[in-house]
């Protein structure tokens, strides 16, 4: 339907197009016939992404053509092999401008936007996250909280003003992200809330903690999908079990693989693999994965919630957006090709053309949160 309607578009507005083109050439400037041109060109790119269908014939198509751009890429796909230095580069070249960008379609903040109870105020649906933790953290009392790859610390920054007498820390890897935070953290006056560089595998060495006591809770949103490998996955649990006072609570809020990601369709999983590859991500865990980690440091599961069906309309429309940028293979490459920074943004184009389809059916990928809670011993 969606390709019927893009055709028609094209066969109807071509035609228009070159007789109005002659029309103005003849009768005002040829600088008007490229005007009008233009614009029914984006027109009909505009038709084309509305009426797509998110189905497996568009993901045989994406696929096809994000192949001619990122040969490499689906050449390595199956042994991706990402640094902490792809993530560091990943980070530090797309933060500024390509979350500005996100800010435009999303509103402020830049989580997955959930279609749940708040379906009409942006700022909510962004910040939903970070309403999660509050309830967590309302639900039991807590003096002192650790976020784990804060970025530019605003569920930190957040929480912090709704809970005066809390003292929040956000770590992250990169050194950008935390200037960044410090910086917003300065500009709001925030007493309670500090920031310090810090990987989440090695917890144990923040500066901010030696000789303090432990957290009553760790949480980190959209981060600890980077803890991509066993080895990683294993190192940040038992970190944060051992920061943890007893009874105090891990939450992840997160995308995962899903339980089906082995035995889904060829053309889903490599969506998946596509989509953790633009954001620098091996294999972001699966829920069960984190909760058989949690259970061997003694971290016992209280809440495992998945908001998939939520978070889908999100993707859906990133799909859509970047549907027909899609459809110019050779130019996304040749910008790619422009500088750091192009490359990095293209790469996050790349996985934002391919989440919807991993998340489809809940097929390769999952959104949702876990709540642990450390056993009293
Ligand atoms: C998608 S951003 C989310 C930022 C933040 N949690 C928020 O909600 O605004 C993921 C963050 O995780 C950080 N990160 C990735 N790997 C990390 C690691 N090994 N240790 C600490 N932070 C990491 C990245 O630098 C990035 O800032």
């Not at 992404?49 to 568009?58: H, K, M, P, R």
Request: proline share 2%; hydrophobic share 45%; aromatic share 10%.
């Amino acid at each position: 339907m969606g390709k019927l309607v893009a055709v028609v578009g094209v066969v109807v507005s071509l035609p228009v197009l070159a007789v109005a083109s002659l029309y103005l050439v003849g009768w005002s400037s040829s600088a008007t016939a490229l005007c009008f041109s233009t614009v029914a060109s984006v027109v009909t790119l505009l038709l084309y992404a509305a009426t797509s269908e998110l189905d497996n014939f568009s993901l045989a198509s994406d696929l096809l053509r994000l192949r001619r751009v990122y040969t490499p890429e689906f050449q390595r796909m199956e042994l991706k092999n990402y640094t902490a230095d792809d993530v560091q580069s990943y980070y530090t070249h797309t933060t500024n401008r390509d979350y500005r960008l996100l800010r435009k379609f999303v509103g402020e903040g830049h989580h997955t936007r959930l279609s749940t109870i708040f379906s009409d105020d942006s700022h909510f649906r962004t910040s939903y996250q970070s309403l999660v933790v509050y309830a967590e953290c309302l639900s039991k009392p807590v003096q002192r909280v650790l976020e784990v790859g804060c970025g530019r610390g605003r569920c930190s920054l957040l929480l912090g003003q709704m809970l005066r007498t809390t003292s929040f820390v956000g770590v992250d890897n990169v050194e950008l992200q935390i200037s960044a935070a410090r910086d917003a953290a300065y500009a709001c006056a925030a007493d309670n809330v500090s920031f310090e560089v810090c990987d989440a595998t090695r917890l144990g060495k923040m500066r901010l903690h030696q000789e303090i006591e432990p957290f009553d809770m760790i949480f980190g949103v959209e981060s600890l999908c980077h803890m991509d490998t066993e080895t990683k996955a294993a190192a940040f649990m038992e970190q944060a079990a051992s920061l943890l006072s007893p009874g105090g609570r891990l939450v992840i809020i997160d995308g995962f693989r899903s339980s089906t990601f082995d035995t889904c369709s060829d053309e889903q999983r490599m969506a998946m693999l596509l989509a953790e590859s633009g954001f620098r991500i091996n294999a972001m865990p699966a829920m069960q994965q984190w909760v058989l980690l949690a259970k061997k440091n003694g971290l016992r599961c209280v809440r495992n919630l998945t908001f998939t069906d939520e978070a889908l309309p999100f993707w859906e429309l990133g799909w859509r957006i970047s549907r027909p940028l899609l459809l110019f293979p050779g130019l996304l490459r040749l910008v790619s090709m422009l500088s750091v920074e192009c490359r990095e943004t293209v790469s996050t184009l790349l996985s934002v053309s391919t989440v919807a389809h991993a998340m489809r059916n809940g097929a390769a990928a999952e959104y949702g949160y876990l709540v642990f809670e450390r056993q009293n011993l």
